[in-house]
Protein backbone atom coordinates (compact mmCIF):
# COMPACT_ATOMS: atom_id res chain seq x y z
CA UNK A 1 0.00 0.00 0.00
CA UNK A 2 1.69 3.38 -1.43
CA UNK A 3 2.19 5.53 2.23
CA UNK A 4 1.37 9.64 1.91
CA UNK A 5 4.24 12.08 1.94
CA UNK A 6 3.00 13.35 5.46
CA UNK A 7 3.66 9.24 6.27
CA UNK A 8 6.68 9.18 4.71
CA UNK A 9 8.08 12.18 6.32
CA UNK A 10 6.81 11.31 9.86
CA UNK A 11 8.85 7.60 9.17
CA UNK A 12 11.77 9.33 8.21
CA UNK A 13 11.61 11.26 11.58
CA UNK A 14 10.82 8.10 13.52
CA UNK A 15 14.24 6.67 11.97
CA UNK A 16 16.54 9.83 12.59
CA UNK A 17 15.32 10.10 16.28
CA UNK A 18 15.66 6.37 17.14
CA UNK A 19 19.03 6.59 15.01
CA UNK A 20 20.05 9.66 17.55
CA UNK A 21 19.42 7.43 20.64
CA UNK A 22 21.25 4.62 19.37
CA UNK A 23 24.52 6.25 18.04
CA UNK A 24 24.53 7.92 21.51
CA UNK A 25 24.14 5.10 23.41
CA UNK A 26 26.68 2.40 20.67
CA UNK A 27 28.87 5.02 19.06
CA UNK A 28 28.28 5.49 14.94
CA UNK A 29 30.74 2.01 14.46
CA UNK A 30 28.69 0.30 17.09
CA UNK A 31 24.70 0.58 15.06
CA UNK A 32 24.64 -1.19 12.30
CA UNK A 33 21.83 0.24 9.55
CA UNK A 34 20.15 -3.06 9.09
CA UNK A 35 19.94 -2.94 13.30
CA UNK A 36 18.60 0.23 13.34
CA UNK A 37 16.19 0.06 11.13
CA UNK A 38 14.79 -2.84 12.92
CA UNK A 39 14.66 -1.30 16.21
CA UNK A 40 12.67 1.70 14.42
CA UNK A 41 10.03 -1.02 13.11
CA UNK A 42 11.12 -0.91 9.30
CA UNK A 43 13.02 -3.06 7.08
CA UNK A 44 16.88 -3.23 6.20
CA UNK A 45 15.72 -1.99 2.51
CA UNK A 46 13.51 0.78 3.41
CA UNK A 47 17.13 2.68 4.81
CA UNK A 48 17.84 3.78 0.91
CA UNK A 49 14.66 5.48 0.23
CA UNK A 50 14.56 7.46 2.89
CA UNK A 51 18.80 7.97 2.97
CA UNK A 52 21.63 7.98 0.64
CA UNK A 53 24.14 6.81 3.02
CA UNK A 54 24.38 6.13 6.62
CA UNK A 55 26.96 8.92 7.04
CA UNK A 56 23.62 11.11 5.87
CA UNK A 57 21.50 9.94 8.47
CA UNK A 58 24.47 10.54 10.95
CA UNK A 59 24.38 14.09 10.27
CA UNK A 60 20.46 14.44 10.94
CA UNK A 61 20.51 12.41 13.83
CA UNK A 62 23.21 14.57 15.37
CA UNK A 63 21.57 18.05 14.32
CA UNK A 64 18.62 16.24 15.81
CA UNK A 65 20.13 14.93 19.47
CA UNK A 66 22.15 18.78 19.99
CA UNK A 67 18.30 20.46 19.25
CA UNK A 68 16.85 18.02 21.84
CA UNK A 69 19.53 19.83 24.05
CA UNK A 70 19.32 23.25 22.96
CA UNK A 71 15.26 22.72 23.85
CA UNK A 72 16.15 21.58 27.27
CA UNK A 73 18.29 24.19 27.91
CA UNK A 74 15.94 27.05 27.31
CA UNK A 75 15.45 29.25 29.91
CA UNK A 76 17.99 27.90 32.06
CA UNK A 77 20.38 30.04 32.89
CA UNK A 78 24.66 28.66 33.06
CA UNK A 79 24.80 27.44 36.48
CA UNK A 80 21.69 25.40 36.51
CA UNK A 81 22.64 24.23 33.11
CA UNK A 82 26.20 23.05 34.75
CA UNK A 83 24.15 21.36 37.46
CA UNK A 84 22.33 19.31 35.72
CA UNK A 85 24.80 18.53 32.56
CA UNK A 86 27.51 17.37 35.48
CA UNK A 87 25.11 15.28 37.41
CA UNK A 88 25.31 11.22 37.89
CA UNK A 89 21.91 11.00 36.01
CA UNK A 90 22.99 13.02 32.89
CA UNK A 91 26.60 10.97 33.02
CA UNK A 92 24.55 7.68 32.92
CA UNK A 93 22.08 7.98 30.08
CA UNK A 94 24.11 8.18 27.04
CA UNK A 95 21.13 7.49 25.20
CA UNK A 96 19.00 10.96 25.81
CA UNK A 97 21.91 12.53 26.92
CA UNK A 98 24.19 15.53 24.96
CA UNK A 99 25.05 14.32 22.08
CA UNK A 100 28.22 16.22 21.81
CA UNK A 101 29.34 14.62 24.84
CA UNK A 102 28.35 11.41 23.79
CA UNK A 103 29.63 11.02 19.86
CA UNK A 104 31.78 14.44 20.10
CA UNK A 105 35.32 12.06 19.50
CA UNK A 106 33.50 9.71 16.99
CA UNK A 107 32.28 12.39 14.94
CA UNK A 108 35.98 13.88 14.40
CA UNK A 109 37.03 11.26 12.47
CA UNK A 110 33.63 11.48 10.54
CA UNK A 111 32.44 12.60 7.03
CA UNK A 112 32.73 16.76 6.36
CA UNK A 113 29.28 16.59 6.85
CA UNK A 114 29.02 15.27 10.59
CA UNK A 115 31.52 17.40 11.74
CA UNK A 116 29.61 20.60 10.36
CA UNK A 117 26.15 19.26 11.71
CA UNK A 118 28.33 19.66 14.99
CA UNK A 119 30.04 22.33 14.52
CA UNK A 120 26.27 24.32 13.58
CA UNK A 121 24.82 22.30 17.01
CA UNK A 122 27.81 24.12 19.19
CA UNK A 123 26.92 27.27 17.96
CA UNK A 124 23.17 27.06 18.72
CA UNK A 125 24.03 26.01 22.46
CA UNK A 126 26.07 28.49 23.20
CA UNK A 127 23.87 30.74 22.15
CA UNK A 128 21.07 29.65 23.84
CA UNK A 129 23.90 29.86 26.87
CA UNK A 130 24.21 33.14 25.93
CA UNK A 131 20.46 34.49 25.70
CA UNK A 132 19.88 33.51 29.40
CA UNK A 133 23.38 34.67 30.93
CA UNK A 134 24.41 38.00 29.03
CA UNK A 135 22.96 41.60 28.19
CA UNK A 136 23.32 42.07 24.59
CA UNK A 137 24.61 45.49 24.37
CA UNK A 138 26.79 44.63 27.32
CA UNK A 139 30.71 45.87 27.78
CA UNK A 140 32.07 42.97 26.35
CA UNK A 141 30.29 40.32 23.53
CA UNK A 142 33.36 38.65 22.75
CA UNK A 143 34.07 37.62 26.61
CA UNK A 144 31.13 36.34 27.17
CA UNK A 145 30.82 33.73 24.47
CA UNK A 146 34.35 32.93 25.28
CA UNK A 147 32.97 32.25 28.89
CA UNK A 148 30.04 30.15 27.39
CA UNK A 149 32.87 28.42 25.21
CA UNK A 150 34.56 27.49 28.30
CA UNK A 151 31.59 26.93 29.92
CA UNK A 152 30.59 24.25 27.28
CA UNK A 153 33.82 22.62 26.74
CA UNK A 154 34.78 22.16 30.22
CA UNK A 155 31.31 20.09 30.53
CA UNK A 156 31.87 18.21 27.43
CA UNK A 157 35.39 17.04 28.79
CA UNK A 158 34.07 16.09 32.16
CA UNK A 159 30.99 13.60 31.21
CA UNK A 160 33.65 12.16 28.42
CA UNK A 161 36.35 11.84 31.38
CA UNK A 162 33.61 10.26 33.98
CA UNK A 163 32.13 7.96 31.25
CA UNK A 164 35.47 6.59 31.03
CA UNK A 165 36.10 5.48 34.22
CA UNK A 166 33.98 2.52 35.88
CA UNK A 167 30.33 3.23 36.27
CA UNK A 168 30.78 2.02 40.16
CA UNK A 169 34.66 4.24 39.99
CA UNK A 170 35.10 7.16 42.97
CA UNK A 171 36.92 8.85 39.98
CA UNK A 172 34.47 8.71 38.00
CA UNK A 173 32.03 11.07 41.04
CA UNK A 174 35.30 12.92 41.81
CA UNK A 175 35.48 14.47 38.29
CA UNK A 176 32.04 15.55 37.57
CA UNK A 177 32.02 16.87 41.26
CA UNK A 178 35.15 18.55 40.73
CA UNK A 179 34.75 20.32 37.24
CA UNK A 180 31.94 21.39 38.54
CA UNK A 181 32.65 23.24 41.52
CA UNK A 182 35.16 24.51 39.32
CA UNK A 183 32.98 26.15 36.68
CA UNK A 184 30.05 27.47 38.89
CA UNK A 185 32.95 29.34 40.83
CA UNK A 186 33.90 30.88 37.16
CA UNK A 187 30.85 31.98 36.47
CA UNK A 188 30.01 33.44 40.00
CA UNK A 189 33.43 35.57 39.36
CA UNK A 190 32.35 36.46 36.13
CA UNK A 191 29.05 37.94 37.46
CA UNK A 192 30.68 39.85 40.25
CA UNK A 193 32.99 41.01 38.34
CA UNK A 194 30.41 42.04 35.41
CA UNK A 195 28.67 43.98 38.38
CA UNK A 196 31.80 45.87 39.75
CA UNK A 197 32.73 46.77 36.19
CA UNK A 198 29.08 47.94 35.95
CA UNK A 199 28.92 50.19 38.93
CA UNK A 200 32.24 51.83 37.76
CA UNK A 201 30.64 52.45 34.19
CA UNK A 202 27.69 54.12 36.21
CA UNK A 203 28.96 55.90 39.54
CA UNK A 204 30.14 59.37 37.72
CA UNK A 205 26.34 59.55 36.09
CA UNK A 206 24.36 62.01 37.75
CA UNK A 207 20.81 63.36 37.83
CA UNK A 208 20.57 67.04 36.45
CA UNK A 209 19.89 69.75 38.57
CA UNK A 210 15.97 70.60 38.87
CA UNK A 211 16.72 74.08 37.95
CA UNK A 212 18.27 72.88 34.18
CA UNK A 213 14.82 71.70 33.77
CA UNK A 214 11.95 73.80 32.77
CA UNK A 215 9.51 71.15 32.87
CA UNK A 216 10.25 70.65 35.95
CA UNK A 217 11.46 66.60 35.19
CA UNK A 218 14.18 65.73 37.59
CA UNK A 219 16.23 64.12 34.09
CA UNK A 220 16.99 61.24 36.04
CA UNK A 221 18.52 58.32 34.14
CA UNK A 222 17.93 54.89 33.73
CA UNK A 223 20.37 52.19 33.75
CA UNK A 224 20.26 48.62 32.29
CA UNK A 225 20.75 45.84 34.98
CA UNK A 226 22.66 42.93 34.70
CA UNK A 227 21.30 39.48 34.64
CA UNK A 228 22.75 37.53 37.70
CA UNK A 229 22.57 33.72 37.78
CA UNK A 230 20.62 32.60 40.36
Same mark, same amino acid.
Given at each position: ???? %????????????????????????? $???????????????????????????????????????????? !????????????????????????????????? !?????????????????????????????????????????????????????????????????????????????? !?????? @????????????? $?????????? @?????????????? %? !??
Amino acid at each position: MKIT %KAQAQANREHVVATASKMFRERGYD $GVGVADLMAAAGFTHGGFYRQFRSKADLMAESAACGIAQTVALS !AGVNAPEFVQHYLSREHRDTRATGCTMAALGGD !AARQPEAVRTAFAAGIESLLTALRSEDTVSDGPDPGRARALSLDTLAHAVGAIVMSRACPDDSPLADEILAVCRDAIL !ASLSAS @TTANASSHDRRTS $GIHRPADSQH @TNGDSGALTTRTIK %K !AK
